[in-house]
């Protein structure tokens, strides 16, 4: 321990230390402790169900994917987006349905009149032989350093989501040749600088609809809905706060497929994007599934039906596709309140 004699005294707080009330410090979890002693393990798995049922959102660092492999992923997309209208509008569409597909957008419902402020590309992505082929051709490395980062991200969804059934008390094979046959969609964000970041729309409040989404940014603009203390952060009893960035590190939100899983024990985490008025930011938000038929239920072993019966209707991703098709998201409508069982 460090002798408090040498510690410099401070009369303000170092701005390097200084936490805005707008921002909130996510769990950070390492792991590496996942592949250690039993007692890391299980200290790691607690952190994890610890972060599941108050945020719904953690921090994972020393997962095994490289900064080269994160950067050129990043670059990549960058690159994409930098392409001239004649190449990227090969992808354009506003078919949810598409494996591969550009747009302009948030909003996918075909009478949708509210713009927002960011452009997409979409692509599935495992198993990446059978869809890399699909994505765009130019730039000449996309298909390569982005196919790499998404194999890697698959590895780190199954060990995450591998620790996340532990931590709900199931076995460990629960669901897990599911998984690995799963889907993977990555979703390609850039968000340009905006003149009126203030009154621009942002991005629709929303949950994702899968078990799992993992990102990475290129700078901080994530907000997600924390709870107040009076209710679960479901808009109601919430306050808006951007996401703490840590350096090396990929994001992990609980999607709503966890929430059907875990009937409920887990809440999928509301978020949004906020804007800048004078830099570009990109985010891969790398979504992981079953697959697209495949229903989630919940599992028999967390549905009591004294103490918790079933919530959650059974859905599949093809379900929550036509859901997007037919309703306006934009106005507030949510695929998971679809799903909760009215007592």
């Given at each position: 321990?460090?002798?408090?004699?040498?510690?410099?005294?401070?009369?303000?707080?170092?701005?390097?230390?200084?936490?805005?009330?707008?921002?909130?410090?996510?769990?950070?979890?390492?792991?590496?402790?996942?592949?250690?002693?039993?007692?890391?393990?299980?200290?790691?798995?607690?952190?994890?169900?610890?972060?599941?049922?108050?945020?719904?959102?953690?921090?994972?660092?020393?997962?095994?994917?490289?900064?080269?492999?994160?950067?050129?992923?990043?670059?990549?997309?960058?690159?994409?987006?930098?392409?001239?209208?004649?190449?990227?509008?090969?992808?354009?569409?506003?078919?949810?349905?598409?494996?591969?597909?550009?747009?302009?957008?948030?909003?996918?419902?075909?009478?949708?009149?509210?713009?927002?402020?960011?452009?997409?590309?979409?692509?599935?992505?495992?198993?990446?032989?059978?869809?890399?082929?699909?994505?765009?051709?130019?730039?000449?490395?996309?298909?390569?350093?982005?196919?790499?980062?998404?194999?890697?991200?698959?590895?780190?969804?199954?060990?995450?989501?591998?620790?996340?059934?532990?931590?709900?008390?199931?076995?460990?094979?629960?669901?897990?040749?599911?998984?690995?046959?799963?889907?993977?969609?990555?979703?390609?964000?850039?968000?340009p600088p905006c003149p009126q970041p203030d009154i621009a729309a942002l991005g629709i409040p929303h949950s994702d609809y899968c078990c799992i989404t993992i990102l990475l940014q290129s700078r901080p603009g994530l907000?997600?809905?924390?709870?107040?203390?009076?209710?679960?952060?479901?808009?109601?009893?919430?306050?808006?706060?951007?996401?703490?960035?840590?350096?090396?590190?990929?994001?992990?939100?609980?999607?709503?497929?966890?929430?059907?899983?875990?009937?409920?024990?887990?809440?999928?985490?509301?978020?949004?994007?906020?804007?800048?008025?004078?830099?570009?930011?990109?985010?891969?938000?790398?979504?992981?599934?079953?697959?697209?038929d495949e229903r989630m239920e919940c599992a028999e072993e967390l549905v009591d039906e004294q103490l918790r019966p079933n919530g959650y209707k059974g859905s599949s991703f093809r379900d929550f596709l036509d859901f997007?098709?037919?309703?306006?998201?934009?106005?507030?409508?949510?695929?998971?309140?679809?799903?909760?069982?009215q007592e």
């Amino acid at each position: 321990m460090e002798d408090d004699r040498n510690s410099k005294e401070f009369s303000l707080v170092p701005d390097s230390y200084y936490l805005s009330p707008d921002m909130v410090d996510m769990p950070v979890i390492d792991l590496a402790g996942l592949n250690q002693s039993p007692i890391q393990r299980s200290s790691i798995i607690q952190q994890i169900r610890n972060a599941c049922l108050q945020m719904g959102f953690f921090h994972i660092i020393n997962h095994g994917v490289s900064r080269s492999v994160m950067e050129k992923a990043l670059n990549s997309a960058s690159d994409f987006f930098h392409l001239p209208d004649i190449e990227k509008n090969k992808f354009m569409s506003r078919d949810v349905n598409q494996p591969v597909r550009y747009g302009t957008s948030l909003m996918d419902s075909v009478d949708s009149r509210e713009q927002f402020w960011r452009v997409f590309l979409k692509h599935y992505s495992h198993p990446l032989d059978k869809w890399v082929g699909s994505w765009p051709a130019k730039p000449p490395h996309y298909r390569e350093e982005m196919g790499r980062y998404c194999v890697e991200l698959q590895r780190v969804a199954m060990e995450v989501m591998g620790a996340i059934r532990e931590s709900l008390g199931l076995d460990p094979t629960y669901l897990s040749e599911k998984l690995e046959s799963g889907m993977q969609v990555m979703m390609v964000n850039r968000y340009p600088p905006c003149p009126q970041p203030d009154i621009a729309a942002l991005g629709i409040p929303h949950s994702d609809y899968c078990c799992i989404t993992i990102l990475l940014q290129s700078r901080p603009g994530l907000q997600i809905m924390v709870s107040d203390g009076d209710g679960d952060g479901d808009g109601e009893n919430g306050t808006w706060k951007l996401v703490q960035e840590v350096e090396g590190a990929l994001q992990v939100h609980v999607g709503d497929q966890l929430e059907v899983l875990s009937n409920g024990l887990y809440k999928s985490v509301l978020h949004r994007v906020t804007l800048n008025s004078q830099k570009t930011r990109l985010s891969l938000a790398c979504f992981h599934s079953l697959a697209m038929d495949e229903r989630m239920e919940c599992a028999e072993e967390l549905v009591d039906e004294q103490l918790r019966p079933n919530g959650y209707k059974g859905s599949s991703f093809r379900d929550f596709l036509d859901f997007l098709s037919a309703n306006d998201t934009a106005k507030g409508k949510s695929f998971i309140d679809t799903l909760k069982i009215q007592e």
